[in-house]
């Protein structure tokens, strides 16, 4: 069992609504939790990324992460199709070991 | 320029041939790394290097070899490649006690194999 789940999609929305994207982890030792695009043909790139549990936003963009359930959230909010690109969900311990989800597509349709 | 630079972009090889990937970087990190990304399985590590004498298999390293020449080059080599190798090769870099996790990833080596 990897010890990041996600759904891998594809998640297609129109324009202007919230995406919501979730991921589940399974290693307690995880304190960072981040989230990645990915756009067609190019290489992740970080996107935000959340120390222990809480919120961080930034923009149109908002991170949860909730330690008690193993739960990690990014929302999307007035989406646009720009934003369609695959989101991948990464948590790291303290020795900086990384774990990435499967990454879920998402397709923001005009 | 990037600052992480992958070669070939595009391969396409035949069952049994050796290739190599090659990766290099203008971000004076010490550590790199190569992941495949297959759908639905994300990215997987395959080995990692904290400095040129430093070398270390990820989770996925069988079948797989590489070569830290310089600080800043890292190869990845398939010594006879098999179909079940065809994926997205993702070459990443980070900052030496970076724990927040962020890595510079290239724009990736589609590989095939027939």
């Known amino acids: 069992q990897k010890e990041v789940e996600q759904d891998p999609g594809p998640l297609s929305v129109p324009e202007g609504a919230i995406v919501s994207l979730n991921c589940t982890y399974s290693?307690?030792?995880?304190?960072?939790f981040m989230w990645y695009r990915q756009y067609s043909r190019k290489g992740p790139e970080l996107l935000m990324y959340?120390?222990?549990?809480g919120n961080k936003e930034d923009g149109r963009f908002t991170a949860q992460v909730d330690k008690s359930s193993k739960y990690i959230s990014l929302f999307i909010r007035d989406s646009q199709p720009s934003d369609s690109a695959t989101y991948l969900c990464a948590s790291t311990d303290s020795w900086g070991k990384l774990q990435f989800g499967a990454g879920t597509q998402v397709v923001v349709t005009p | 320029d990037a600052d992480v630079t992958q070669t070939p972009r595009n391969r396409i090889t035949k069952t049994g041939k050796r290739i190599m990937l090659e990766c290099s970087q203008t971000k004076g990190h010490d550590r790199m790394y190569w992941y495949r990304q297959d759908p639905g399985l994300g990215l997987r590590l395959i080995y990692y290097?904290?400095?040129?004498?430093?070398?270390n298999k990820g989770e996925i390293s069988d079948g797989y070899s590489v070569s830290r020449q310089a600080q800043a080059k890292f190869s990845l080599s398939l010594e006879s490649a098999i179909p079940n190798q065809t994926a997205l090769y993702f070459c990443a870099t980070r900052e030496s006690g970076a724990n927040t996790g962020e890595l510079f990833f290239g724009e990736g080596s589609r590989l095939t194999v027939l």
């Open positions: 959340t120390y222990s549990s």
């Open positions: 290097s904290f400095d040129v004498k430093d070398i």
């Open positions: 290693n307690s030792a995880f304190q960072y």
